[in-house]
Nanobody, 116 residues
Framework: QVQVVESGGGLVQPGGSLRLSCAAS????????MGWYRQAPGKEREFVAR???????LYTGSVKGRFTISGDIAKKTVYLQMNSLNPEYTAYYYC??????????WGQGTQVTVSS
């Protein structure tokens, strides 16, 4: 059974940085990508960034130039470096493993709070 665990969230001041980590366990040999979504209070979950097995990256427009996704699908890890944070980025951040055959697996999320 695949499990996905996020870490690295916390409280950060505006303008600060955080690095989120995601590690999967179990077999994800058919995984094509890993990525991040976020859900702010009262809002729907939304796409943030995705890292593909071949090294390609995809970002939602609002985080381009501010967030960097990296990782190694073969090692079942993905990271999200978040810089120049402001309160609008306060949300629960979820890691997603996209598997070609067996579908997606989600982690439980990690809270990011940007506040002074």
């Amino acid at each position: 059974q695949v499990q996905v665990v996020e870490s690295g969230g916390g409280l950060v001041q505006p303008g600060g940085s955080l690095r989120l980590s995601c590690a999967a366990s179990g077999s994800i040999n058919d995984a094509t990508a890993m990525g991040w979504y976020r859900q702010a209070p009262g809002k729907e979950r939304e796409f943030v960034a995705r890292f593909f097995r071949g090294g390609e990256r995809l970002y939602t427009g609002s985080v381009k130039g501010r967030f960097t996704i990296s990782g190694d699908i073969a090692k079942k890890t993905v990271y999200l470096q978040m810089n120049s944070l402001n309160p609008e980025y306060t949300a629960y951040y979820y890691c997603q493993v996209i598997r070609r055959v067996l579908g997606s697996v989600w982690g439980q999320g990690t809270q990011v709070t940007v506040s002074s």
